[in-house]
């Protein structure tokens, strides 16, 4: 079993949908939990970050946590073109030198 | 807002030649990290360094690397002899020492290295 899974996509929606991005991770030691955002040609953009099982929330964006499950998801609400990218859950341990572990990242179209 | 800035943007090099790729972290940052992603696949950790010391190392990070804070701004990545493999976008990434040990990291927008 892989670490982490994310689906690759290509995940296309229309201006205006909800998204719903996933990862699925097998480490229980995990502790904190990210999504970046990555352009292309550019570097990973945090996006949000959290450390508990729950929700978070920013603006239109929404992290989903359920530890039990071992399950992490990102909602875009009202998408834009502009959201056009690829997105990366990353994991990282408690104490140690934190080291991040992403995943393959999902690549989503947003179409006007 | 500050930023981690890397250069250069794209570097081109002969095998078996060294390269040096460079990075200047957020000013109060005090971890440094380096990351590779091959194309087409996942960001992978190769180092971390605090305190000018390597903390933790993948086993990508073999004996043809080595990383250095020459100043107090500068962070780089030396490769000492490049193999085909190591084409590939490197990116280096930093966070505080405040605010608790589990900052998240910021990243810079990455080098493209490209070994002919």
């Known amino acids: 079993q892989k670490e982490v899974e994310q689906d690759p996509g290509p995940l296309s929606v229309p201006e205006g949908a909800i998204v719903s991005l996933n990862c699925t991770y097998s480490?229980?030691?995990?502790?904190?939990f990210m999504w970046y955002r990555q352009y292309s040609r550019k570097g990973p953009e945090l996006l949000m970050y959290?450390?508990?099982?729950g929700n978070k929330e920013d603006g239109r964006f929404t992290a989903q946590v359920d530890k039990s499950s071992k399950y992490i998801s990102l909602f875009i609400r009202d998408s834009q073109p502009s959201d056009s990218a690829t997105y990366l859950c990353?994991?990282?341990?408690?104490?140690?030198?934190?080291?991040?572990?992403f995943g393959a990242g999902t690549r989503l179209a947003v179409h006007p | 807002e500050p930023e981690v800035t890397q250069t250069p943007s794209h570097q081109v090099t002969q095998m078996g030649q060294e390269v040096i790729l460079r990075c200047v972290p957020i000013?109060?940052?005090?971890?440094f990290y380096w990351y590779r992603q091959i194309l087409g696949q996942k960001v992978e950790f190769l180092v971390s360094f605090y305190n000018n010391e390597i903390s933790e190392k993948s086993e990508i990070f073999d004996d043809q690397f080595s990383v250095e804070r020459p100043d107090g701004s500068n962070f780089t990545l030396k490769i000492r002899s490049t193999k085909l493999e190591d084409s590939a976008m490197y990116f280096c990434?930093?966070?505080?020492?405040?605010?608790?040990?589990?900052?998240?990291?910021?990243f810079g927008d990455g080098t493209r290295l490209s070994i002919l």
């Open positions: 000013s109060n940052h005090l971890y």
């Open positions: 480490n229980s030691a995990f502790q904190y």
């Open positions: 990434a930093s966070r505080p020492l405040t605010g608790g040990s589990n900052q998240p990291q910021h």
């Open positions: 959290t450390y508990s099982s």
């Open positions: 990353a994991f990282m341990f408690s104490g140690g030198y934190n080291k991040l572990i």
